[in-house]
């Protein structure tokens, strides 16, 4: 009777044992931020989603790989910051090998952050300093939609902040668009006397050429909008010899477009002023012969 009872119980413990094993196996792990995706889905999802993809790549071998992994992951702000938004995923170097040359990883662990448009940018190779790893992670994560959030129409200064977050995270059509904003908004608002000290905190039209400089290598609108812009500021500066910010504007514009040359021509034409005095600080190495 006791022998019975006994079996009963057990096989009752291993019925529920089982079931349990089952939930667990087909539930992913609430605590890992990893998904249970192959290399190319997580990818496609996070361009789908506008989103980063995180690339742990890890090896069951890998003693520094089982240390550093709760160091980074286990971090409430981290889980929460690439849960919302990014996508990540856990690679094994020696079962995945044609990702890891993809990558070029020659160690494990090591982390890579792969932009919305594929592009990887940041590596951190053996996950040294975890700590610097996890607030590298949460402002990575969170800097645009962050950005997105805060953004007024209305408001340069916030708007200013997204267009660097959109150039950071390699959104460069939409960069663009928020530039162009940027520009023409600071150059009405420059050429009213009374609004230049009142807006002296808000992003200048130097700034926004500055972002387009930033733009240029990757987006040739950016490369042909400052094409059309250092025109005006040479005009500018042929009428103002003392017109700092036109000469700024020039140099900061030439080099953009590979034409440094253009600031000794320009030199040598205009007269002794404030104007000239930054063209000489931003002149070419190499001058040439006949300058003054």
Known sequence: MRVARFIAHAFAALLIITALQATSSAAPNSDSPFLALTHDEALARAKAEN?????????HWSERAREVRPAIFSDSAVATAINDHAVTLRIDVLTSPEITQRYKISHAPTLVWVHADGTPGDYWINCEKPERIRTALVKKATQ????????????????????RALIDNRFFEEAFAETRWL???????????????????????LDALKLLVDLSPNYPPATNALLASFEPE??????????????????ATVKAIGEPQLIWILYDEIPNGKARAVLRKNLPKLRRYGSR
Not at 185 to 202: F, N, P, V
Not at 234 to 251: L, Q, T, W
């Open 183 to 205: 520009y023409d908004d600071a150059l009405q608002r420059e050429s009213i006397k009374s609004a230049k000290r009142k807006s002296a905190r808000l992003p200048s039209s």
């Open 144 to 163: 645009l939609p962050l950005a997105r959030k805060n953004a007024r129409p209305d408001d340069p200064a916030t708007r200013f902040v997204l267009a």
């Open 234 to 251: 040479k005009e500018k500066i042929r009428a103002n010899k003392d017109d700092v910010v036109a000469a700024e504007k020039f140099c």
């Open 51 to 59: 989103k980063p993809l995180l690339l742990f790549f890890d090896g």
